[in-house]
T-cell receptor, first 111, second 114 residues
């Protein structure tokens, strides 16, 4: 099955700086890569996703890059704000529509 | 659109009892729903895939006789934790598949077994 690794597990940045979270996956058949933000006790919220037919996608301060050859994808948050503080999960999905999650990154934005 | 609800949001039960959790897609039909379990400070782990009108597909290591899944309609899937024990205490989250790969998550159910 799919194995998704995520780094770092914790990340602290100053407000206004950028944050980068990286994930790798093992199954070359995976073709959908969403990123979720989860606050304590709440459901995961989709913040951005990318499919295997593109290499980069951007939505305001958030961008995701995908390197299918190397089987890794990254989340980039620019101009971070305190409200960006949360746990972020990457995930990978293939033909069976199952989502396999990374281990999560706790992002803290220091005002 | 694409709203998924779960009920109850939290439940406390005694060891040995059974607990049923409902997952509903409110504004779309979902032939496929998923059940996840999340322990504190850990990731979401897929427990099973629930398909309307057929048996659920369980992930390796998940006891199908302990975690009963029923997907009787296109908008409702239920997870029953049978003979619950304290180690079953967790945050259970369902999701519904809307279009290819895209899942929408319910708000989760926090189960505490005393």
């Amino acid at each position: 099955g799919e194995n998704v690794e995520q780094h770092p597990s914790t990340l602290s940045v100053q407000e206004g700086d950028s944050a980068v979270i990286k994930c790798t996956y093992s199954d070359s058949a995976s073709n959908y890569f969403p990123w979720y933000k989860q606050e304590l006790g709440k459901r995961p919220q989709l913040i951005i996703d990318i499919r295997s037919n593109v290499g980069e996608k951007k939505d305001q301060r958030i961008a995701v890059t995908l390197n299918k050859t190397a089987k890794h994808f990254s989340l980039h948050i620019t101009e971070t704000q305190p409200e960006d503080s949360a746990v972020y999960f990457c995930a990978a999905s293939g033909g069976a529509n199952n989502l396999f999650f990374g281990t999560g990154t706790r992002l803290t934005v220091i005002p | 659109g694409a709203v998924v609800s779960q009920h109850p949001s939290w439940v406390i039960c005694k060891s040995g009892t059974s607990v049923k959790i409902e997952c509903r897609s409110l504004d779309f039909q979902a032939t496929t729903m998923f059940w996840y379990r999340q322990f504190p400070k850990q990731s979401l782990m897929l427990m099973a895939t629930s398909n309307e009108g057929s048996k659920a597909t369980y992930e390796q290591g998940v006891e199908k006789d302990k975690f009963l899944i029923n997907h009787a309609s296109l908008t409702l899937s239920t997870l029953t934790v049978t003979s619950a024990h304290p180690e079953d205490s967790s945050f259970y989250i369902c999701s519904a598949l809307l279009v290819y790969n895209e899942q929408f998550f319910g708000p989760g159910t926090r189960l505490t077994v005393l």
